[in-house]
């Protein structure tokens, strides 16, 4: 009976957990060999055979087209002298992408339509094309980046393009038929459910985190490698066989989850599809607004697949892609920190809100508002581009009646909130004034925002 022994072997170019499942499924194809402890942390493979190691020409061999280097002793990381051209490359690409977010989401686009649960389905369309370059793009657009890497990483050779566009092709069609069955189900239910704030902030704050790691891993953190949430090694392996459908269905199941992602825009049809009250426009209003958002989402995964093609490129794709990972959850973080009234990078466009928070002074007559029937009357119009004005002084303990004008909003922007001074929010109506009660009882300054945060102002309570 022949005795089994162990051998380390070092691999270079072995950069995520898919890169060890690969590893480990060629590995233990070849004769002898019994189990593979593959490890991205210290880029080792260990190998448990019977009579004779594999040679490492013959691993290198096996691995070429994966650009999988094996050898017995660790790799010599080589000083490459166009470094520094790279990362000014994947900083400028990856900048060029943010400001131009920015941009879209500061320009007022979405404010050319406003959406209704009476709305024809082609309005429907054009609010999930909008959904594809604003707010949506942070949370689904991270999701795509960092699954178009790991399929390319997981099936290098999967031959033609139209094979590689085929998990991008399913997570849209994932999308497109989830979106279409649940607002059937929405607009079946009508009125009974209702999402709270406090659950959508956890729920964005989490794939926020998750988000962060991602993209930390795509910049080659390997410290942070070992923290991947992952299913069990043998769920992964079966599914990641060839025989067992390659893993293909995972891009399908993704794009159908991703329905319960909160999107401003999203759970805006979400909810117009609630209110419809008619499952079958329900589940057309939640389908026409999945086809609006496919162009974007689209494009970016065949942009990640031509990159993906070259092995330089494809070094450079992933890591703009884990810094744009990283800026859409802190995007989205720092949106939750608005939403939840908390200082934020925001703080810097609110007039007064550091001194006011050190040091509550009384308000000159000049700076508070008139008081109509014993009420402070304060105005404001809402729009997709933010509040105007976006600052009020109010005095303690005297109530407050708010009237929001909405002079153009859609999304997240439809309703306010300001969680720390009353607990529920105060939706808009595109061209009606809504009003809102409330007496302030302490000295401070509040913030309030629409409900996902991405536009916010404040209050100014004093003596």
């Not at 051209?85 to 900048?95: D, E, F, P, R």
């Not at 909160?262 to 609630?274: E, S, V």
């Not at 969680?419 to 004034?433: E, M, V, Y």
């Amino acid at each position: 009976m022949s005795q089994t022994k162990e051998h380390i072997y070092y691999v270079k170019g072995m950069h995520c957990a898919s890169c060890e499942l690969l590893i480990e499924k060629k590995l233990l194809e070849l004769k002898g060999v019994k189990s593979i402890e593959a490890s991205t942390t210290n880029n080792q493979v260990l190998i448990e055979f019977e009579n004779e190691a594999p040679k490492i020409n013959e691993l290198n061999k096996i691995f070429k087209q994966e650009n999988y280097t094996f050898s017995d002793t660790p790799p010599v990381k080589i000083e490459n002298v166009s470094e520094k051209n790279n990362w000014a490359i994947i900083l400028g690409s990856a900048l060029f992408v943010i400001i131009a977010f920015v941009l879209l989401s500061k320009s007022g686009i979405a404010g050319a339509i406003n959406v209704n649960s009476k709305s024809s389905l082609p309005a429907f369309l054009v609010l999930g094309l909008l959904a594809g370059v604003s707010s949506c793009a942070a949370l689904v657009g991270g999701l795509v980046l960092s699954m178009s890497k790991q399929w390319n990483e997981l099936y290098p050779n999967n031959g033609s393009k139209s094979k590689k566009a085929q998990p991008h092709i399913m997570f849209n069609l994932g999308r497109i038929i989830s979106y279409a069955i649940f607002g059937f189900i929405l607009g079946a239910i009508g009125g009974t459910i209702q999402i709270s704030f406090t659950f959508t902030t956890i729920l964005i704050i989490a794939v926020s985190i998750i988000m962060v790691f991602l993209g930390l891993q795509m910049l080659g953190v390997k410290k942070l490698r070992r923290f991947q949430i992952t299913m069990p090694k043998f769920i992964t392996r079966y599914a990641a066989n060839e025989l067992n459908f390659k893993g293909k269905y995972m891009p399908f199941i993704m794009g159908a989850l991703t329905f319960f992602l909160p999107c401003g825009f999203t759970i805006t049809a979400q909810g117009l599809a609630l209110l419809s009250g008619n499952p079958i426009q329900g589940g057309l209003i939640m389908l026409f607004f999945a086809l609006g958002t496919v162009p974007t989402l689209f494009v970016i995964g065949l942009s990640s697949i031509k990159l993906s093609s070259k092995p330089h490129w494809s070094n450079r794709f992933s890591k703009v892609a884990g810094i744009l990972v990283i800026f859409f959850a802190l995007f989205n973080f720092n949106s939750q920190l608005n939403a939840m009234g908390i200082p934020s990078l925001s703080n810097i466009n609110l007039k007064g809100i550091f001194s006011a928070n050190k040091n509550p002074a009384s308000a000159q007559a000049k700076d508070l508002p008139p008081i109509v029937n014993g009420e402070q009357v304060i105005k404001m119009d809402a729009s997709v581009n933010g509040y105007s004005p976006n600052h009020f002084k109010l005095k303690v303990n005297i109530p407050v009646r708010w009237e929001i004008t909405d002079t153009g909003t859609s999304g997240c922007t439809n309703a306010v909130i300001a969680r720390k001074l009353f607990s529920d929010a105060i939706n808009l109506i595109p061209g009606q004034t809504s009003v809102k009660e409330f007496t302030p009882t302490q000295v401070g300054t509040y913030k309030f925002s629409c409900w996902m945060g991405m536009i916010n102002g404040s209050i100014e309570v004093v003596n």
